[in-house]
């Protein structure tokens, strides 16, 4: 081979390993709430991009690199950095921290029984009206509107405080939301561009807040689910079905997809949740526990406690094993798990 050819083909295998060897993978930025940099842009998002347009080459739009802008569970954003942009990032002012984005599991969690919650009338139960008024967001694997856990007859009218939404896709419509179920969301994002594409023996997803597991149609129902006579399991143990708080207003935010939930989606859902309105937020996600500073349920879960939102998780499906208890956060109310099956 000619030199002059030789050389040619290497520095253009050379390129290629520079821009393609280094891969993208997805970050979550924590930045100081008070940033001294906030102040020269008009708006978070902004201010955001800024970071993004100093870290990337000249050429490319930031915004193509941006998944979430987050306001309210974290100030920060989520975006896909290479490794050496990553390096970058972390040199600038008012940076925090900088998490790789994990992937979450589902839970599930118990019935009122383990917290011995009585129907008798003289009981802290009844007397809360079983939860009448409020609204429970319910991060998971999305819902069911069909079922009859979230019928609406009865149910008083959506609170004026709610500034949430029925958001339509796949299989979905704005319809699928009434008195009982006011709002449906879902978050795709950092589950997009970090999962392989599923596998033909796989269910297939709606790209919509509808479940396809019934995961997240179980949680929604436990935790708010109006009473249904007759429940059964294919006739077997017919009986009533009731959530632990009935009286509720339930919104759903998908979060959790074929391969399980990431906490660049579960963030971007919490930060939603906190402006929406919810008074109470319910996950049945988690892993083995992280230290606080770096876990993202419990950085997001922080920041909704402090807007006077109660936060309920899983404490896990993990164990009987030392240190395997999920979700450890003590601003988080944990409750009891039953193994998945």
């Not at 739009?61 to 390096?87: C, H, N, W």
């Not at 499906?317 to 109310?333: C, D, K, Y």
Request: aromatic share 10%.
């Amino acid at each position: 081979m000619e030199p002059k050819i030789q050389l040619f083909f290497s520095a253009l295998c050379f390129c290629f390993v520079s821009v393609y060897g280094d891969t993208l993978q997805t970050y979550i930025v924590q930045l100081h709430p008070h940033g001294v940099t906030s102040s020269f842009f008009p708006t978070k998002l902004h201010w955001h991009l800024s970071f993004l347009e100093q870290t990337l080459s000249s050429d490319q739009d930031p915004s193509s690199r941006l998944l979430y802008s987050y306001g309210s569970a974290v100030e920060g954003f989520a975006a896909q950095l290479s490794e050496t942009e990553l390096q970058i990032l972390r040199s600038l002012p008012d940076i925090v921290a900088v998490r790789p984005d994990r992937l979450h599991q589902l839970h599930t969690t118990y019935s009122y029984k383990f917290l011995g919650l009585s129907s008798s009338t003289n009981g802290a139960w009844v007397k809360s009206g079983f939860g009448r008024g409020t609204i429970i967001g319910v991060l998971d694997t999305g819902v069911w509107p069909e079922s009859p856990s979230f019928a609406d007859h009865g149910m008083p009218p959506v609170p004026e405080k709610w500034r949430g939404i029925c958001q339509e896709g796949e299989n979905f419509k704005v319809t699928s939301c009434n008195r009982k179920l006011i709002g449906a969301r879902f978050f795709i994002k950092g589950h997009h561009v970090s999962s392989a594409s599923p596998s033909a023996n796989m269910v297939d997803e709606y790209i919509s807040p509808r479940d396809s597991s019934g995961h997240g149609t179980h949680t929604s129902s436990t935790a708010g689910g109006v009473s249904v006579p007759m429940a059964s399991v294919l006739g077997n143990g017919a009986g009533v079905a009731s959530g632990m708080a009935p009286g509720t207003h339930i919104a759903v935010y998908k979060v959790c997809w074929f391969n399980g939930c990431y906490s660049s989606d579960i963030l971007a859902a919490m930060d939603v949740a906190i402006a929406d309105g919810v008074d109470v937020l319910s996950l049945s996600i988690g892993g083995f526990p992280l230290p606080l500073f770096d876990d993202s349920i419990a950085i997001g879960s922080f920041r909704a406690v402090e807007h006077g939102i109660s936060v309920i998780c899983a404490a896990g499906n993990s164990g009987p094993l030392q240190s395997s208890v999920a979700n450890i956060a003590p601003w988080i109310a944990m409750l009891r798990n039953t193994i998945v099956g």
